[in-house]
């Protein structure tokens, strides 16, 4: 490949953009605006890396089989090295619930479910060194980009480069040419705005979960081992007002993540004050053996990120390519809620598939119309699902609100949904087969619900419905506080401290 591929933005999109662009032999740069990483181990580079272009950046992350097995198959060096910086394994006998454990025998497929435990600072640096070794990319920081070079032909816009911002011509030049650009800015790309002031507007659909996120970081004290996380108080789950989790780190590390509706005031204002975090957490049956004093201490305080959405970009409009040789990737192309920890798979899959299309067809046109096609089929149904789950999140958290229940079941589908939900919940607890298949669309190895058309799992949920919706949707209960209970521990505290 002769091509000159430009990659804006170093996140996990922009990394594994390179990485997969290089691997198909073209010449790849990278600029970004921040710093690189800080010499030394991982937690130097989670406690003194301003990652500004990032603010998502010390919060929780799931890395899910679809991005495991990608490392695995495409780059099994690299992934020796996240585990040299401390990142675990873990396999699919290990999540198990207790229920499960002793009637577990292997299966195949059960080798691809598995995620890998880490803090994000701890891959973006070991991600970073690594393509930063590989002879065909280049990586420029402190480049801050500040508009689009292109010109217009017969079939419209054509891309060519880049713009650098005043304070960086001086070092890097006025612009930067490629031929072709990537953007993997993420969330706050502005792109689209360029876009749009040269008269190619990107439409988009733009839902707000309407949730804020709360995180907070430990470590295990020595000689304390992890608590399970699947007994019969789970470490995630819905309380309908809250959402609640626990991501276990590397060397030790962990973050503990709370989540409220945006009209929660009183509990948004409180958890962003460590020690009554700590007690709501402590609250919380699934959460308290993680947050004992006698078992890990807190490495920061709480810090919340907001603007929580489901975006989806359109870069082809009609048949049309907005912009020849101009490609999105990521969250500057579609984001969900990271309360589900999808966005470093897909991002790491969409620029696997964007190095594809790249690979097979020089032709601008056909590339993006593929790479388009290529988008929606794989993506769109993982966007959906996660854009349904932030509706019912909020119809829960503002009937929680409210003192009502969420579900009327006054019709015959009412009832027979509700009941098919609890069943398939309980199944999923005590039945390996449909945990099998629901773990793959957990791990983002099928399309959502794909599991649901293999007749022995439907009919595997439909004997549980036999039981009685009473009897399954113990499966379904998550111990904590009521919402009122709730309010009065945290106006407690606050009355304590005044």
Same mark, same amino acid.
Request: cysteine-free.
């Given at each position: 490949m002769t091509e000159r591929v430009l990659v804006i933005g170093s996140g996990i999109a922009g990394m594994c953009s390179a990485l997969a662009l290089a691997h198909k032999g073209f010449d790849v740069t990278v600029v970004e605006r921040d710093t690189p990483p800080p010499e030394g181990d991982a937690d130097k580079a989670f406690f003194e890396w301003p990652r500004r272009g990032a603010s998502q950046f010390r919060h929780p992350h799931a890395f899910l089989g679809l991005m495991c097995n990608l490392l695995q198959d495409n780059y099994p060096d690299l992934l020796e090295e996240f585990y040299a910086a401390g990142a675990r394994r873990l396999d699919f006998q290990e999540m198990l619930s207790p229920e499960l454990t002793d009637k577990y025998r292997p299966a195949p497929g059960d080798d691809k479910l598995w995620v890998l435990l880490c803090r994000r600072a701890t891959i973006e640096t070991v991600l970073r060194r690594y393509v930063g070794r590989l002879n065909n990319i280049t990586i420029r920081n402190g480049v801050t980009i500040d508009g689009l070079v292109t010109e217009r032909d017969d079939q419209g816009l054509v891309v060519k480069g880049v713009k650098l911002r005043r304070d960086c011509v001086d070092e890097h030049g006025p612009e930067i040419l490629a031929d072709v650009i990537v953007d993997a800015s993420g969330r706050t790309t502005k792109f689209p705005r360029w876009l749009a002031e040269l008269g190619e507007t990107v439409e988009e659909e733009n839902d707000d979960a309407e949730i804020v996120y709360y995180t907070r970081h430990y470590k295990l004290k020595p000689g304390v081992e992890e608590p399970p996380r699947t007994g019969k108080d789970r470490a995630a789950g819905d309380l309908g007002y809250i959402k609640f989790g626990v991501f276990p780190g590397d060397n030790g590390n962990f973050a503990l993540i709370v989540c409220v509706h945006n009209d929660e005031h009183e509990l948004r204002q409180a958890i962003t004050d460590g020690a009554t975090f700590d007690a709501v957490c402590r609250? @919380?049956?699934?959460?308290?053996?993680?947050?004992?004093?006698?078992?890990?201490?807190?490495?920061?305080?709480? +810090?919340? @990120?907001?603007? @929580?959405?489901?975006v989806w970009r359109y870069f082809v409009q009609d048949g049309r390519p907005l912009a020849r040789n101009f490609f999105a990737v990521g969250d500057a192309a579609l984001r969900t809620n990271p309360l589900y920890g999808r966005g470093c798979s897909t991002g790491i899959l969409h620029a696997h598939m964007l190095a594809e299309v790249l690979a097979g067809d020089a032709d601008p046109v056909a590339r993006a119309l593929a790479f388009d096609r290529r988008t929606r089929d794989e993506l769109r149904p993982i966007f959906e699902t996660?854009?349904?789950?932030? &509706?019912?999140? @909020?119809?829960?958290? &503002?009937?929680?609100?409210?003192?009502?229940?969420?579900? &009327?079941?006054?019709?015959?589908? &009412?009832? +027979?949904?509700?009941? +098919?939900?609890?069943?398939?919940?309980?199944?999923?607890?005590?039945?390996?087969?449909?945990?099998?298949?629901?773990s793959r669309t957990m791990n983002l190895l099928e399309k959502p619900g794909a599991f649901l058309e293999d007749r022995k799992t439907r009919w595997i949920i439909f004997a549980y419905m036999l039981r009685g919706r009473a009897r399954n949707a113990k499966a379904r209960i998550v111990r904590g506080p009521s919402r009122s209970e709730m309010l009065e521990l945290v106006n407690q505290r606050s009355a304590d401290a005044a």
């Open positions: 609250s @919380i049956p699934g959460l308290e053996p993680w947050v004992r004093e006698d078992a890990a201490e807190a490495t920061t305080e709480p +810090f919340g @990120i907001g603007d @929580i959405r489901a996660s854009r349904t789950e932030d &509706k019912n999140g @909020i119809r829960r958290a &503002k009937a929680a609100a409210a003192g009502e229940l969420l579900e &009327k079941p006054d019709t015959f589908k &009412k009832r +027979f949904g509700l009941a +098919f939900g609890d069943a398939l919940a309980a199944a999923a607890r005590y039945n390996l087969h449909v945990l099998r298949g629901m």
